[in-house]
């Protein structure tokens, strides 16, 4: 089956903190994985892609097939980041995108 | 607003009422997607055309439901006979051609629906 999995809800961290955001995808092909964000009253929207190799502010995300992981990273957390992360994965090209359940970051000053 | 625009925002019904919602994408887009939300859950996917086109549907979309984009533009969703089940957010996305590379889903602000 198709699945992304994020395992933690909640991840409180402190301002100036590391942040690592967690997602496992199960093996099915070779899909491509993203990560969306959500802040408090905004629409989701795309944080970025493992394709681009990019670096959006500050995070930056990291496609292991070995381990099946995509972990969201951020050396050094800004309040601002606080929001919800959906971690998703694209199996087949021109098809749906399959969500994680989502984990909560919560940056305290 | 040129986002993708969805109606109405909140929805309250009571079991057993049909209830439509409407999602106008961004102009232009020709995917246009149908997903679900619940508290502390990822979103679901429940459809999507191609224009006028619907390509796929999710196995969880029973028969009370059905999706249309008569026109290739708008979107409607109907959910007939509504259970207590399908409060849910349910949100519209669409993107200008297929996601991946250097396309990506632009999401509307979703439609909150509570069956009572």
């Known amino acids: 089956a198709q699945r992304v999995t994020q395992p933690e809800k909640l991840l409180s961290v402190f301002k100036g903190a590391p942040v690592e955001l967690k997602c496992n995808y199960s093996y099915s092909g070779s899909p491509e994985l993203f990560w969306y964000v959500q802040y408090s009253r905004q629409r989701l929207q795309l944080l970025l892609r493992h394709i681009s190799r990019e670096s959006i502010k500050g995070f930056t995300a990291d496609l292991n097939k070995g381990e099946t992981s995509f972990h969201l990273k951020k050396p050094f957390a800004q309040e601002e980041d606080s929001a919800m992360y959906y971690c998703?994965?694209?199996?087949?090209?021109?098809?749906?995108?399959?969500f994680g359940q989502g984990t909560e970051l919560s940056v305290k000053p | 607003d040129t986002g993708v625009s969805q109606d109405p925002r909140h929805k309250i019904t009571k079991r057993g009422q049909n209830v439509t919602f409407r999602c106008d994408p961004i102009?232009?887009?020709?995917?246009l997607y149908w997903y679900r939300q619940t508290l502390g859950q990822g979103p679901e996917f429940l459809t999507y055309f191609q224009n006028e086109a619907q390509l796929e549907k999710s196995r969880l979309l029973s028969d009370r439901f059905s999706a249309e984009r008569p026109k290739g533009s708008f979107s409607t969703l109907e959910i007939q006979r509504t259970e207590q089940g399908d409060s849910a957010m349910y949100l519209c996305a669409s993107s200008p051609g297929l996601i991946g590379h250097n396309e990506k889903l632009f999401f509307g602000s979703g439609t909150q629906l509570s069956v009572l």
């Open positions: 998703a994965a694209l199996y087949n090209q021109g098809g749906k995108l399959i």
């Open positions: 102009s232009e887009h020709n995917r």
